[in-house]
């Protein structure tokens, strides 16, 4: 299955990778050399821990490995289109006259608090094609609202 990622999530994901591979699992294999020269291990908190640490450090840099390997890098600078597609930024009028910022991006990008929503959400899928002017049906848990599509940015 295909998925999707901004140019910007990108990298942030490569940034995240350097930073994991570079900087934490060195210091994360030093403590527990340090810690593994100090005899008995099955009672070294230092160890265990370290230990434990280095699995999540080398889980998480197999997942973005696999991520940026098989994401469809998109860069919102290089689009050129009058419908709403992944990566674009959508003002939207709600119902209840609130005018809305969201950016359609990846999975490991969504920030609501940021109208980041991923491009599987409910909402970017009715904004997904549409046109400025255009309104669209929104399924939400709460009940159906009708929103409007005010602009299209980069």
């Known amino acids: 299955m295909k998925t999707y990622i901004t140019k910007a999530g990108a990298d942030t994901l490569r940034e ?6 570079n900087e934490e699992r ?3 294999v030093e403590t527990v050399s340090w810690a593994a020269s100090n005899g008995d291990r099955s009672e070294n908190g230092d160890y265990l821990y370290g230990k434990k640490r280095l699995r999540e450090i ?28 992944f990566g674009l930024k959508v003002k939207v009028l709600h119902e209840d006259e ?10 490991d990008e969504i920030a609501v608090e940021e109208g980041k929503i991923s491009w599987k959400s409910p909402l970017a899928k009715a904004l997904i094609g549409k046109q ?11 009940g159906d609202e009708i929103i409007e599509i005010l602009d299209i940015m980069k």
């Open 16 to 21: 995240e990778l350097l930073k994991l591979k």
């Open 98 to 107: 609130r005018e809305l910022l969201y950016q359609i991006v990846g999975e």
């Open 58 to 85: 080398d889980r998480r840099i197999r997942y973005i490995i696999k991520k940026l390997e098989g994401a469809q890098i998109v860069d919102p600078e290089t689009l050129s289109t009058d419908k709403v597609v």
């Open 132 to 142: 400025v002017g255009d309104e669209s049906l929104f399924r939400k848990p709460s």
């Open 26 to 28: 060195p210091k994360v």
